[in-house]
């Protein structure tokens, strides 16, 4: 199944590695660090939203993305799809 994270974005829920909050990532510098490791690689769709419209940051196998949906929102989808 897909899951629809925003912008017409659609990203297959076994692609899914992570569901991440953003504000609280902002809020740890570790998970800073971690994130900057992970957005090195391939970061899709980060020009299409402003900072204050991220809720989330999806983590998949190839890509990571920003999402203006809650992570409890994108979870419920993937759980309601299984």
Partial sequence: M??????????SNKD????????????SPQSQNFLLSMTNQKLINSDH???K???TIIITT???????????????RIWTNK
Avoid at 4 to 11: A, S
Avoid at 16 to 27: E, H, Q, S, T, V
């Fill in 49 to 51: 939203f402003q900072e």
């Fill in 62 to 76: 190839e890509k990571t993305y920003y999402s203006p949906i809650a992570a409890a929102t994108l979870a419920k």
């Fill in 53 to 55: 419209n991220i809720k």
């Fill in 16 to 27: 899914i590695i992570m569901i991440l909050d953003y504000n609280k990532i902002k809020k």
């Fill in 2 to 11: 897909f899951v629809h994270i925003g912008k017409n974005i659609m990203v």
